[in-house]
T-cell receptor, first 111, second 117 residues
Framework: EAGVTQFPSHSVIEKGQTVTLRCDPI?????LYWYRRVMGKEIKFLLH????????ESGMPNNRFLAERTGGTYSTLKVQPAELEDSGVYFC?????????FGQGTRLTVV | GENVEQHPSTLSVQEGDSAVIKCTYS??????FPWYKQELGKRPQLIID?????GEKKDQRIAVTLNKTAKHFSLHITETQPEDSAVYFC????????????????FGQGTILTVHP
């Protein structure tokens, strides 16, 4: 069974540019989460989709972040415009029951 | 909301020794406590989990204990090996009333475990 895949694995962009991260969850998993780990701190929740609907977006830092999950399959997380403090590793996880399966993450560096 | 504290932030042991990582949580409604291991450059992977109706769970060299009253849970690794070196995260979440679905994970800060040969 294919796991959760994320693209790209790394991204280096300049402050003010736009970046779009993509997550392909495990097929059949309705629940999809985005998390972020900044500078060696804890992994923090960003938002939760159930199929194509946003269930909880209380962790989104501000309106520069936009997440979508069209058709309830893959999801994208767009940062526009990117700021230095957005640097970190962005993880996607798809969940079945209690167990969350993580992607390998996208390391975003804003310079 | 939930808050999870994890200690220590770094742990260095000799091969064969035991390692213990401790976490506390704040939300008494949390009822699911997984532990994730993240090796360098790889994805976090679930290594063991425990639900609030159980006090202890063991899987070969790893075990987790839960004290609901004190709201803390611990990971125990015995006979450590160099391949146990990684970052370990504890987390907490809660289920719906029927226990059929679980919400977001709240993570601890992570523990960098180094096992020296």
């Amino acid at each position: 069974e294919a796991g959760v895949t994320q693209f790209p694995s790394h991204s280096v962009i300049e402050k003010g540019q736009t970046v779009t991260l993509r997550c392909d969850p495990i097929s059949g998993h309705d629940n999809l989460y985005w998390y972020r780990r900044v500078m060696g701190k804890e992994i923090k929740f960003l938002l939760h989709f159930v199929k194509e609907s946003k269930q909880d977006e209380s962790g989104m830092p501000n309106n520069r972040f936009l997440a979508e999950r069209t058709g309830g399959t893959y999801s994208t997380l767009k940062v526009q415009p990117a700021e230095l403090e957005d640097s970190g590793v962005y993880f996607c996880a798809s969940q079945l029951g209690s167990e969350a399966f993580f992607g390998q993450g996208t390391r975003l560096t804003v310079v | 909301g939930e808050n999870v504290e994890q200690h220590p932030s770094t742990l260095s042991v000799q091969e064969g020794d035991s390692a213990v990582i401790k976490c506390t949580y704040s939300d008494s409604a949390s009822n699911y406590f997984p532990w994730y291991k993240q090796e360098l450059g790889k994805r976090p992977q679930l290594i063991i989990d425990i639900r609030s109706n159980v006090g202890e769970k063991k899987d070969q060299r790893i075990a987790v204990t839960l004290n609901k009253t004190a709201k803390h849970f611990s990971l125990h690794i015995t006979e450590t090996q160099p391949e146990d070196s990684a970052v370990y995260f504890c987390a907490a979440s809660r289920s719906n009333a029927g226990g059929t679905s679980y919400g977001k994970l709240t993570f601890g800060q992570g523990t960098i475990l180094t096992v020296h040969p």
